[in-house]
């Protein structure tokens, strides 16, 4: 590349971060997986070389222990508590990443129709990340579900990170 080349690269990624990137979030949708992590890493370079924030969603599904209503709620009182720790944990990961805080969604229900309410009611969530499990189980069922039935649903692009990337190869394609 020569100086002209990279200057104009240059100017062309202030010019972005300056005109309404600052405004593009990438969305990561945590879990406990560990195709997760590469996704978030994924969109935290992401935010960091393009001016954008992260955000991360957790959803808290629906315990499903209906015997007796107070079991069900400390159930739920409990995954609740975990969620929060969860998140807390991801967006120190994001800040240390990204050099920002994230923007944190916390919702109760099925995880893929959160999601895409989630999606299609923040004007501001511009790219979804996924990490893909490498495995024989397939990708993964959020990511399987959204790419078959549910892919008309969201306004959004769908970025799939595999699992088997190394954080160098992240760090380089991002």
Not at 35 to 44: W, Y
Not at 120 to 126: F, G, H, L, T, V
Not at 132 to 152: N, Q, V
């Amino acid at each position: 590349m020569s100086d002209t080349d990279a200057t104009d690269q240059t100017t062309k990624e202030k010019m972005c971060r300056d005109h309404g990137a600052k405004d593009r979030i990438f969305l990561v949708v945590v879990d406990e997986s560990e195709e997760m992590q590469q996704a978030m890493r994924f969109a935290c370079r992401r935010a960091l070389h393009t001016g954008g924030r992260v955000a991360l969603l957790y959803v808290i599904e629906p315990a499903e222990f209906n015997h007796w209503a107070a079991v069900g709620d400390l159930m739920q009182e409990e995954a609740r508590a975990e969620a929060e720790n969860l998140m807390q944990k991801m967006g120190e990961e994001v800040l240390e990443y990204s050099g920002q805080i994230p923007v944190l969604y916390m919702r109760e229900g099925d995880r893929r129709d959160e999601l895409v309410k989630l999606v299609n009611e923040d004007d501001q969530i511009s790219i979804l990340v996924l990490g893909a499990s490498s495995g024989s189980g397939g990708p993964g069922p959020l990511l399987t579900a959204l790419m078959g039935k549910h892919i008309g649903k969201l306004r959004v692009p769908i970025t799939v990170v595999p699992d088997n990337l190394e954080p160098a190869d992240i760090d380089e394609i991002s």
